[in-house]
């Protein structure tokens, strides 16, 4: 079955830090992917999106995801984090009629 | 956010009650759909719909009805509620199939 995966369930970086998020995809054909973010009681916020074309996607808030087929993954990246950042990140790929998300990873910041 | 509102915001209910969740919005997107929060699972689609009056079942409908008799409101329904249903339930809008999606705020739901 379709299915994205997050294998980290809880990071911790400092502030000024660089990140990355990591998403993998199982799907044959070229995927719809996504990443949104939701602070602490707070609904999902996108981020960015990628349907096709330019493998490198650049979204708000000063982040970027690369697309990359040959290892079937859509990680999230920024080079500098801020406090702001906590939060929980959600990959997902679009598939008939609905969204089916990774299960998140926390990102935690240190001063 | 802007345009898509869920109501309450918080609810605590009995077990065997039934509860009806509202989701409303004012973009006149044609889909719609009623996700549960758990951690540890993520976000699980409970239905959708993809039009008035048409609707379809996602990974975790036992428990749960839906009916959309007007674009902008989609309703869900806990027809007997039990302590499983516990959970942060989110709405979210779509104009297009396969683009991203609008959330609303999330209603907090306990059943004891």
């Known amino acids: 079955a379709q299915s994205v995966t997050q294998p980290d369930i809880h990071i911790t970086v400092s502030e000024g830090a660089s990140l990355e998020l990591r998403c993998n995809y199982s799907y044959g054909a070229t995927p719809y992917l996504f990443w949104y973010v939701q602070s602490p009681g707070q609904g999902l916020q996108l981020l960015l999106k990628y349907f096709s074309g330019d493998t490198l996607v650049q979204g708000i808030k000063g982040f970027e995801a690369e697309f990359k087929r040959s290892q079937s993954s859509f990680n999230l990246r920024k080079p500098s984090v801020h406090w702001s950042d906590a939060a929980e990140y959600f990959c997902a790929w679009a598939g008939s009629y609905q969204l089916t998300f990774g299960k998140g990873t926390k990102l935690s910041v240190i001063p | 956010d802007a345009g898509i509102t869920q109501s309450p915001r918080h609810k605590v209910t009995e077990t065997g009650t039934p509860v009806t969740l509202r989701c409303h919005q004012t973009e006149n997107h044609r889909y719609m759909y009623w996700y549960r929060q758990d951690p540890g699972h993520g976000l699980r689609l409970i239905h959708y719909s993809y039009g008035v009056k048409d609707t379809d079942k996602g990974e975790v409908s036992d428990g749960y009805s839906v009916s959309r008799s007007k674009t902008e409101d989609f309703l869900l329904t806990l027809e007997s509620a039990t302590s499983s249903q516990t959970s942060v339930y989110f709405c979210?809008?779509?104009?297009?199939?396969?683009?991203?999606?609008?959330f609303g705020s999330g209603t907090r739901l306990t059943v004891v």
């Open positions: 979210a809008i779509s104009d297009e199939r396969d683009s991203g999606y609008t």
